[in-house]
């Protein structure tokens, strides 16, 4: 393709909603979008803790503000570790949504862990999820990158940088062999340090996203995406370097 239709994306890949039990009440899909499209991004992923169920809202949300916003769940696996799969397509998440929920078990005690809201584009309340979606599935690292990948997913290890519900802080290390197709550091870490010292000189590219569970938080890190479009193959293509496209990082120091 001609290298002058390509140009840069500002993306913000993890992002949590109401849904999520930690998630911040004023984090409805549509208040998610329209801060999302304040501060400048171009592309976000909509990443609850093992549900997809508020994504739909923010999509139709996005569609309408020209934001676009990826299908996204972070899936805890059985060894407690957090792995961002992000889709293309609604109808893929749902049914990664559906193999998680066959793998996850225990219902919510919201005043112990938080509610649990679904809601539509227009903040109005569809129903709370019962289950416990902060728990780990009955879903191995190896099984999971592998469903992720088999539904056509892009699998992110989490916050490679943190000390609890990372790939790194449950095994100690990142195995060569679980064909990931990124990590992720958190807004506390340096993307360009990571190779260093959390992939011990592996060759996985690396991102940065908010992780953002309140709204002043969405955009305080986020990866730039050099590419034609925005859409999860160009992604694909930023993320390995090819024909022209590519990553780089960005720390936006909020007020
Ligand atoms: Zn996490
Ligand atoms: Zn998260």
């Not at 329209?34 to 992923?45: F, G, P, V």
């Not at 584009?121 to 990158?145: C, F, H, K, W, Y």
């Not at 592996?202 to 940065?208: D, G, K, S, V």
């Amino acid at each position: 393709m001609d290298e002058k239709h390509l140009r840069m994306y500002r993306a913000d890949l993890h992002i949590h909603t109401c849904l999520s039990p930690c998630g911040d009440w004023d984090m409805t899909p549509r208040a998610v979008v329209e801060t999302s499209a304040e501060k400048k991004l171009d592309i976000i992923a909509v990443t609850d803790h093992n549900t997809v169920e508020n994504v739909e809202a923010a999509m139709e949300r996005g569609r309408q503000l020209g934001l676009v916003v990826l299908p996204g769940m972070e899936i805890c696996s059985q060894e407690e570790a957090h792995v961002l799969a992000l889709f293309d397509h609604m109808d893929k998440a749902l049914s990664m949504q559906t193999y998680v929920y066959d793998h996850l078990d225990g219902d919510n005690l919201p005043d112990v862990f938080g509610y649990q809201v679904v809601a539509n584009a227009l903040d109005e309340v569809i129903s709370q999820n019962p289950r416990m979606l902060i728990g780990a599935t009955r879903i191995n690292l190896n099984d999971l990158i592998k469903k992720i990948h088999e539904m056509g997913g892009l699998a992110i290890a989490a916050h490679i940088d943190k000390k609890a519900y990372s790939i790194p802080s449950q095994l100690g290390f990142i195995p060569p062999d679980l064909h990931l197709d990124a990590v992720e550091v958190s807004f506390r870490a340096r993307p360009e340090d990571a190779g260093k010292t959390l992939l011990m000189g592996m060759a996985i590219p690396c991102i940065t996203s908010s992780d953002a569970h309140f709204p002043n938080e969405i955009g305080r890190v986020s990866t730039k995406f050099y590419m034609a479009e925005p859409t999860m193959a160009e992604m694909r293509l930023a993320l390995k370097g090819k024909e022209g496209r590519y990553v780089m990082y960005s720390k936006k120091v909020e007020p």
